[in-house]
């Protein structure tokens, strides 16, 4: 049950507890995509919690292609706690995605401001 | 409470024109319940704003408060030490608060990051309607409760137009019939007899047609 070592993993109680904000500031930080794995829906302990964050990334989407970063880099998918092979399988999936999208447009801003100014990245 | 919407960051970006220092000035009241222009909003916003400016390879500063409410001198004070430090000011208040941040920091360019609807109520979460239009003489102790200044489209005072068909609007049919909800309402109530007094003719002077308003309480005044 291999994952792609690309992936940084944030535990949440729930998805629920993802909101727009996390996701942009995590853009802001340089992550080149964001996705929500959830509960299955219809089967979240807290009734509501993976359809808000279904809204919610949804809203990222929104945001990050009027923005001209590229909806597409926000992503949400849904599994079962014992879904281990699954889970891996959108990890590879989501992973490639974010290969073809290319990387995150404001890190290779950063790097020219930053070469402009004769400082690391 | 007041209404309001969220403006497309493209169009908030098009009045920010070549400013790069930005405060964007979140309130605390009415515009957090509809979701609009509260702490969490101007937290999207102001980093969808550092995201696109990134974005064009711009350096820019962008920063967000939330003050408890815009439209009182006291919670705009607080702002007094900071607001310097900035090109322009995205307010996500109602158009009460931008104005008044205007009118607090002349010189200080004020842009509204929302568009502000009506006075209305939260049905559900994420649908408001319209309940209150302000005309400054409230005539809801005869209507049942329900007003036909805001909420008939002609805002008609002696029983629904020919438009009315089965309880809905002839402007669209999700639109209740405002009369149709008068009359439905003074029946339940027992008082359908009220319908039958014909209303005088309602003074405008105290609506928006008598100029800008205000309210005067020397009792209360310091």
């Known amino acids: ?121 | 409470m007041i209404v309001a919407d969220k403006k497309p960051i493209a169009e908030i970006i098009a009045a920010v024109g070549d400013k790069r220092r930005l405060l964007v000035l979140g309130c605390n009241e009415c515009v957090t319940v509809c979701e609009a222009g509260g702490k969490k909003e101007a937290g999207i916003l102001a980093s969808a704003l550092r995201l696109y400016f990134l974005n064009q390879g711009e350096e820019a500063k962008v920063d967000e408060i939330t003050l408890e409410r815009q439209c009182d001198h006291e919670y705009l004070e607080e702002i007094r030490d900071v607001i310097d430090r900035y090109d322009a000011v995205i307010s996500l208040a109602c158009g009460v608060g931008v104005q008044f941040t205007a009118e607090k920091y002349q010189a200080m360019p004020v842009l509204p990051g929302v568009n502000t609807c009506f006075m209305g109520a939260t049905e559900k979460r994420g649908l408001w309607t319209e309940r209150c239009q302000g005309c400054g003489q409230c005539i809801l102790a005869r209507t049942g409760g329900i007003c036909p200044v805001s909420r008939c489209a002609k805002r008609l005072f002696n029983g629904p137009c020919g438009g009315s068909s089965k309880g809905a609007c002839e402007i669209d049919k999700e639109v209740d019939c405002a009369w149709q909800l008068i009359i439905d309402r003074l029946t339940a109530l027992g008082r359908m007899d009220d319908y039958e007094e014909i209303f005088p003719i309602k003074d405008w002077s105290t609506d928006r047609a008598g100029g800008p308003r205000k309210v005067v309480r020397e009792d209360v005044q310091s």
Do not use: W
């Open chain 1, 1 to 121: 049950m291999a994952y792609p070592s690309s992936i940084k993993i944030v535990r949440v109680p729930c998805t629920g507890k993802v909101d727009v904000i996390h996701i942009l500031h995590a853009f802001e930080k340089g992550a080149d995509g964001v996705y929500a794995v959830g509960c299955l829906e219809g089967e979240c302990h807290f009734n509501q919690g993976n359809f808000r964050a279904r809204k919610r990334i949804a809203q990222a989407q929104q945001i990050l292609e009027e923005l001209g970063i590229g909806g597409q880099r926000a992503q949400m998918y849904n599994l079962s706690s014992s879904e281990g092979p699954r889970f891996a399988e959108y990890a590879i999936e989501m992973d490639q995605r974010i290969r073809d999208l290319g990387p995150n447009p404001i890190k290779r801003m950063r790097r020219s401001q930053h070469s402009q100014k004769g400082l690391h990245p």
